[in-house]
């Protein structure tokens, strides 16, 4: 059955690999965004049939209203989503992660919209040393980024009625090739460090961190929609698949290029400390049990798309260029316009 679907963030990360996926579906796609990364993660789909773009900015109570208006489904994406850009203006992103998110819950209520999909993060776990991390363990969020998307879980279940499903999403951090490409997330890191320096740095390395391939996150984001609100209500759903160590997560990428790029083996791992102790497990069982949710790609099936990106010359200076790095772009942002920043997409 097709949609009309609201993605905020939808030139995000995430959000680029997401849209063509719902409009290949058949859906209507209603785009709310900055476009603070530029228009480039969409523009092979600019004049879409199905497809409507509006720049603007979460903060304005107005724009929610046009961009909501019609639809029935909602896909929330947009934030500052890492903990450094969060740090770098603490009531900007407060005021995008956290007080634009009610506004945006009574605007979709209002508009009749049906399905609100609130895509959290496992982040908000913090530390833990338990085996299996479910949806029932406590939340002890390290940073704000963290603990304001913790916030927000409450308010959008609070919403929760019979013509209003609300679902909560918890992801793993997402690895693996996007038009909006980020190097600032695990995996990529370390696979762009491993490509274009020949040497991976480890900051700690026994940490351990849920990863999920951005393929299968977004896979999920769509067929979320179709599933019976009995299923669905209310929940929430951790979105994980591998677990591992940070050490691990650099032998993998390490063994993958230098076995798809041999001419820059051999790939040095440097171990340094930091101050950086999250730690966690995900479990995943409860998405797999009531919708029967299964990734199929692993670590290594991203590091590899990366990797054919890197041949294929896709990711111009992907060392220095901003772009590819959201507190980088934030801080040229903000110097370019004297210290005032609009909200980033996810």
Same mark, same amino acid.
């Given at each position: 059955?097709?949609?009309?679907?609201?993605?905020?963030?939808?030139?995000?990360?995430?959000?680029?690999?997401?849209?063509?996926?719902?409009?290949?579906?058949?859906?209507?796609?209603?785009?709310?965004?900055?476009?603070?990364?530029?228009?480039?993660?969409?523009?092979?789909?600019?004049?879409?049939?199905?497809?409507?773009?509006?720049?603007?900015?979460? $903060?304005?109570?107005?724009?929610?209203?046009?961009?909501?208006?019609?639809?029935?489904?909602?896909?929330?994406?947009?934030?500052?989503?890492?903990?450094?850009?969060?740090?770098?203006?603490?009531?900007?992103?407060?005021?995008?992660?956290?007080?634009?998110?009610?506004?945006?819950?009574?605007?979709?209520?209002?508009?009749?919209?049906?399905?609100?999909?609130?895509?959290?993060?496992?982040?908000?776990?913090?530390?833990?040393?338990?085996?299996?991390?479910?949806?029932?363990?406590?939340? $002890?969020?390290?940073?704000?980024?963290?603990?304001?998307?913790?916030?927000?879980?409450?308010?959008?279940?609070?919403?929760?009625?019979?013509?209003?499903?609300?679902?909560?999403?918890?992801?793993?951090?997402?690895?693996?090739?996007?038009?909006?490409?980020?190097?600032?997330?695990?995996?990529?890191?370390?696979?762009?460090?491993?490509?274009?320096?020949?040497?991976?740095?480890?900051?700690?390395?026994?940490?351990?961190?849920?990863?999920?391939?951005?393929?299968?996150?977004?896979?999920?984001?769509?067929?979320?929609?179709?599933?019976?609100?009995?299923?669905?209500?209310?929940?929430?759903?951790?979105?994980?698949?591998?677990?591992?160590?940070?050490?691990?997560?650099?032998?993998?990428?390490?063994?993958?290029?230098?076995?798809?790029?041999?001419?820059?083996?051999?790939?040095?791992?440097?171990?340094?400390?930091?101050?950086?102790?999250?730690?966690?497990?995900?479990?995943?069982?409860?998405?797999?049990?009531?919708?029967?949710?299964?990734? $199929?790609?692993?670590?290594?099936?991203?590091?590899?798309?990366?990797?054919?990106?890197?041949?294929?010359?896709?990711?111009?200076?992907?060392?220095?260029?901003?772009?590819?790095?959201?507190?980088?772009?934030?801080?040229?942002?903000?110097?370019?316009?004297?210290?005032?920043?609009?909200?980033?997409?996810?």
């Amino acid at each position: 059955m097709s949609r009309k679907v609201l993605v905020t963030g939808g030139a995000g990360y995430v959000g680029a690999m997401l849209v063509p996926k719902l409009l290949g579906r058949g859906d209507a796609v209603t785009v709310l965004d900055t476009y603070y990364f530029g228009h480039d993660p969409l523009a092979s789909l600019h004049g879409a049939a199905g497809l409507k773009e509006i720049e603007g900015d979460l $903060r304005d109570r107005d724009a929610i209203r046009r961009a909501v208006e019609g639809c029935d489904t909602v896909i929330h994406l947009a934030c500052i989503s890492n903990d450094p850009s969060f740090e770098l203006d603490p009531l900007l992103a407060k005021s995008i992660n956290f007080d634009a998110f009610e506004p945006l819950v009574e605007e979709s209520k209002r508009a009749g919209v049906r399905r609100f999909v609130f895509v959290s993060s496992s982040s908000v776990y913090g530390v833990s040393e338990a085996d299996r991390v479910t949806e029932e363990h406590p939340l $002890r969020p390290l940073t704000d980024y963290s603990k304001y998307k913790a916030l927000c879980e409450p308010i959008a279940l609070a919403a929760q009625s019979r013509d209003f499903t609300a679902i909560v999403l918890r992801p793993a951090t997402v690895c693996g090739f996007s038009t909006r490409m980020r190097f600032d997330l695990s995996v990529n890191i370390l696979t762009n460090h491993a490509v274009n320096k020949r040497k991976i740095t480890v900051f700690g390395g026994t940490q351990t961190r849920p990863n999920i391939h951005i393929e299968d996150v977004t896979d999920l984001y769509v067929d979320i929609l179709d599933e019976p609100d009995a299923k669905v209500a209310g929940e929430i759903f951790n979105v994980g698949y591998q677990n591992h160590t940070l050490a691990r997560l650099a032998e993998i990428v390490k063994s993958v290029v230098e076995h798809e790029l041999p001419d820059l083996a051999p790939i040095a791992i440097e171990t340094t400390p930091t101050n950086d102790n999250r730690s966690y497990r995900v479990e995943s069982e409860k998405i797999a049990r009531v919708l029967g949710f299964q990734p $199929r790609r692993t670590i290594e099936d991203a590091v590899r798309d990366l990797c054919r990106a890197f041949r294929n010359g896709r990711f111009p200076y992907p060392i220095e260029d901003e772009r590819y790095y959201n507190v980088q772009l934030m801080k040229g942002a903000k110097a370019r316009t004297n210290g005032s920043a609009l909200a980033a997409s996810g």
